[in-house]
């Protein structure tokens, strides 16, 4: 057991799991989330529904992966990170993202598809029916309108996001890096929950 300073001369007592809580990870009409022995589920993080991880993906703090009104397809070594929302559209449009994908904090990832190597930046929103091309960066704070065709290797930034310019060999190791530092994080966190 653990205790945190609450007030002075008070104090509360947190109990921390060493090993996730199943209670995040919920079914939604019969459909329970897919998650291979290799990923990472922060505790705190909600999937709930037709959800598919790929191998040595990641969710974070607080982020919601909610397959209740379409199915969601994470690739194998992409993260949602901390506060991150994806969700589908009801009837039209799954969310699909691909392999090598970074989701940073607080994105909101709605309706569209993510190709691979890509990073949605920090606070940005991709609006339904958008695609995103392979290799390509989504500034922090950018808004993708719905129906936007994001080239392969660009950069798009801004509100509404517009293309800013075609991306260089150095951004897409940039793009990998991202990814790969997670797969660094996810398997801390897996050895420390393990013991």
């Known amino acids: 057991m653990k205790t945190v300073g609450f007030r002075r001369n008070e104090r509360i ?6 090993r996730p809580s199943k209670k995040m990870i919920r079914s939604y009409q019969g459909r329970l989330p897919q998650v291979p022995a290799s990923c990472y589920v922060d505790i705190s993080a909600q999937l709930i529904g037709d ?11 607080n982020a919601v992966v ?3 009104v379409n199915s969601i397809r994470l690739g194998a070594n992409s993260n949602v990170q901390d506060c991150a929302v994806l969700h589908g559209h009801r009837y039209k449009y799954p969310v699909i993202v691909g392999d090598w994908v970074t989701i940073g904090h607080n994105a909101t990832v709605h309706g569209c598809v ?19 091309g392979t290799g390509s960066i989504i500034a922090a704070g950018a808004v993708v309108p719905e129906g936007t065709v994001v080239p392969p290797r660009t950069l798009w930034a801004g509100v509404p996001a517009k ?6 060999d150095k951004d897409h190791a940039l793009i990998l890096e991202y990814a790969k530092n997670y797969l660094d994080y996810v398997e801390i966190y897996l050895n420390e929950s393990a013991g």
């Open 66 to 68: 909610r397959g209740d």
């Open 13 to 18: 007592a947190l109990h921390w799991p060493r």
């Open 114 to 132: 993510v190709e691979d190597e890509v990073v949605i930046g920090m606070g940005s929103r991709i609006l339904n029916n958008s695609r995103i």
């Open 163 to 168: 293309l800013r310019r075609e991306l260089s």
């Open 51 to 61: 959800v598919t991880l790929g191998e040595r993906s990641s969710v974070w703090m």
